[in-house]
């Protein structure tokens, strides 16, 4: 199955997190990374103080909804959403960015890029955490020369 008109597809991951992250301080918090990294955005008209906030990721249709609760998420070191790049260089530009955002807050966990040759595809990735339960991989996808998203055979 290609993806075409009437195919679904993931539109965001919603996590619990402590009341406490997302006062106006933790808000801001998760705002300046994601945005500095990313280029996710709030949905300002969806944020309750304390209550819930929504990283608009490019689109009105994918984001990040952050709930607060009580009992929030708690996740292990192996637990993660993916992000897909288009090119190396986007990669390596989403790296750099954390890297400079960690060096002024070491709150952010950061491990190297890596790739890992399937021989049909070599899959570059690294990942990251910032104040969420769960990690971020990045990763971009080289394939080798007859192969590609819908063709792997």
């Not at 965001?12 to 406490?20: C, F």
């Not at 998760?30 to 990283?55: C, I, K, N, Y």
């Not at 049909?120 to 990763?139: D, G, M, T, W």
Request: include cysteine.
């Amino acid at each position: 199955m290609t993806a075409a008109a009437g195919v679904p597809r993931f539109n965001h991951v919603a996590l619990s997190v402590p009341p406490d992250r997302l006062d106006a301080t933790g808000r801001q918090a998760l705002l300046s990374f994601h945005e500095r990294v990313f280029g996710w955005t709030e949905m300002p008209m969806l944020t309750r103080d304390r209550e819930l906030l929504v990283l608009r990721a490019w689109s009105n249709e994918q984001f990040v909804y952050l709930h607060a609760s009580s009992d929030p998420m708690r996740t292990s070191a192996g637990e993660h959403f993916g992000l897909s790049v288009a090119t190396r260089e986007e990669l390596d530009g989403m790296y750099a960015r954390a890297l400079a955002f960690q060096g002024d807050d070491p709150r952010v966990e950061l491990e190297p890029p890596h790739t890992d040759d399937f021989h049909v595809l070599k899959l570059h990735a690294f990942y990251l955490r910032y104040l969420l339960p769960l990690r971020i991989e990045v990763q971009c996808f080289e394939w080798a020369e007859g192969f590609g998203p819908d063709r792997t055979a």
